[in-house]
């Protein structure tokens, strides 16, 4: 009997030490999976030295690579996840939300960030998530100089578009440059193109359906969004080489039509990430001077403007004070200033200064962002990979091919049927 209590004590002796031991290792620590490397690794590295001297709590940085969406679903399963990770899209933010995964966050943290961003971290009116920062996809990149010297005006409307575009070709010049080879990643120029225009002619709501397949591709309202985009690329009159020249233009080269005299072109479609582009290629051009952006223009007046891009997106899986306080530093002006300054990105912390960005081009998309009332992940990265980055890239290249739209829907229609 003596010798059974004491067993007991003694177990419950270590048991004591194993939880301090545990909890002292937690203690002031906390620790976060990225899937960023390189010079955004270092970037992410910067901002979070602040927080540490600033609160004095360890943090972890663990960089993944594009596998992290596998890793934490594996690590979750074990019961081992780190206190914070980055996550890949808000879909699969919202899988881990509802499987009781994540901590919920306290909304004030985000006071300061437009709404349609703490809308794409809430699940069932619960913040699970806070953006680092954006990209911006809903862009128009043109020459002010050429427009200036034409007498062109950015056009404010779908309508106004077409009609300026339709001047372009009157005056003797081609509107458009685009490209969309990118190696074994050719067409998902094109996808970027369909899916601003699904968002301007079938809203939000019925975009998120046919992201989530909820809708067949042959519906009509996403070969409406086709024809649109048809429209502009297949007219041989609005495109620099046309259907050919798309093809077989490297996306990254695509732009330096607006830079030759006379022009080849005067507009081009592309997100933030293409000046880095025109800067390595054109390093003598003034931003803002001689290239400037304007928002794609809305098409159908009830849906307005939506804003296409994609989101640094972080989440937390550990409920702890050191977690909490990150997540609070992450979503901060402080926080955001470090990050987008070193790569350029756009901050979706609204304070944070327009000084900070390295150009008035980077800035001015900041505040395009900042006033976002609706935005929206680029539709290809949230599907399966079998149709995002599969059927639906290569049904862009069939179709400004020649191949038949609806043809080209239907496979990937059955592609989806098997993915989803």
């Known amino acids: 009997m003596v010798k059974k209590s004491f067993s007991i004590v003694l177990i419950g002796l270590l048991l004591a030490g194993a939880m301090t031991i545990?909890?002292?290792?937690?203690?002031?620590?906390?620790?976060?999976?990225?899937?960023?490397?390189?010079?955004?690794?270092?970037?992410?590295?910067?901002?979070?030295?602040?927080?540490?001297?600033?609160?004095?709590?360890?943090?972890?940085?663990?960089?993944?690579?594009?596998?992290?969406?596998?890793?934490?679903?594996?690590?979750?399963?074990?019961?081992?996840?780190?206190d914070v990770a980055a996550i890949p899209n808000p879909g699969q933010m919202e899988e881990f939300a509802k499987k009781g995964a994540l901590v919920n966050i306290d909304k004030s943290i985000v006071e300061d960030h437009p709404q349609a961003f703490v809308d794409l971290a809430t699940v069932n009116d619960n913040l699970y998530g806070v953006f680092l920062s954006a990209d911006l996809k809903s862009l128009v990149w043109y020459n002010p100089k050429e427009f200036e010297k034409q007498g062109y005006k950015v056009p404010e409307?779908?309508?106004e578009l077409i009609d300026l575009s339709d001047q372009i070709v009157a005056n003797g010049g081609t509107p458009w440059c685009i490209g969309l080879e990118s190696g074994a990643a050719s067409g998902w120029v094109g996808t970027d193109w369909i899916e601003d225009i699904m968002l301007r002619t079938a809203g939000p709501d019925m975009y998120d359906a046919w992201v989530n397949h909820e809708i067949e591709w042959t519906d009509a309202v996403v070969h409406r969004a086709w024809e649109k985009f048809g429209s502009i690329i297949k007219n041989p009159d609005y495109v620099f080489g046309g259907t050919t020249g798309a093809l077989t233009t490297y996306?990254?080269?695509?732009?330096?039509?607006?830079?030759?005299?006379?022009?080849?072109?005067?507009?081009?479609?592309?997100?933030?990430?293409?000046?880095?582009?025109?800067?390595?290629?054109y390093p003598d051009l003034v931003p803002?001077?001689?290239?400037?952006?304007?928002?794609?223009?809305?098409?159908?007046?009830?849906?307005?403007?939506?804003?296409?891009?994609?989101?640094?997106?972080?989440?937390?899986?550990?409920d702890t004070e050191e977690t909490h306080k990150l997540m609070e530093f992450l979503a901060s002006a402080e926080a955001q200033e470090v990050w987008v300054k070193e790569l350029g990105k756009l901050a979706v912390n609204t304070n944070v200064s327009s000084e900070v960005y390295p150009d008035p081009i980077t800035a001015k998309a900041a505040g395009i962002l900042s006033e976002a009332e609706t935005f929206r992940f680029d539709g290809s990265d949230l599907m399966p990979s079998a149709v995002g980055s599969g059927t639906l890239w290569t049904g862009v290249m069939d179709y400004v091919s020649g191949e038949d739209l609806t043809g080209v829907l239907k496979t990937i229609e059955r592609s989806a049927d098997e993915a989803y």
């Open 157 to 159: 409307t779908w309508d």
């Open 22 to 82: 545990v909890g002292f290792a937690q203690d002031n620590k906390v620790s976060i999976a990225v899937t960023w490397s390189g010079e955004e690794l270092e970037a992410f590295k910067k901002t979070v030295k602040i927080f540490e001297e600033d609160t004095g709590i360890d943090v972890t940085v663990e960089s993944i690579g594009r596998d992290i969406a596998t890793v934490l679903v594996t690590r979750v399963e074990g019961g081992n996840p780190p």
């Open 288 to 318: 803002g001077e001689d290239y400037d952006i304007f928002k794609f223009p809305p098409i159908d007046e009830e849906h307005g403007s939506p804003l296409l891009g994609a989101g640094d997106l972080v989440s937390a899986f550990t």
């Open 251 to 281: 996306f990254g080269d695509s732009p330096a039509g607006l830079f030759t005299d006379p022009p080849r072109c005067y507009m081009h479609r592309q997100a933030t990430f293409i000046q880095s582009f025109i800067k390595d290629q």
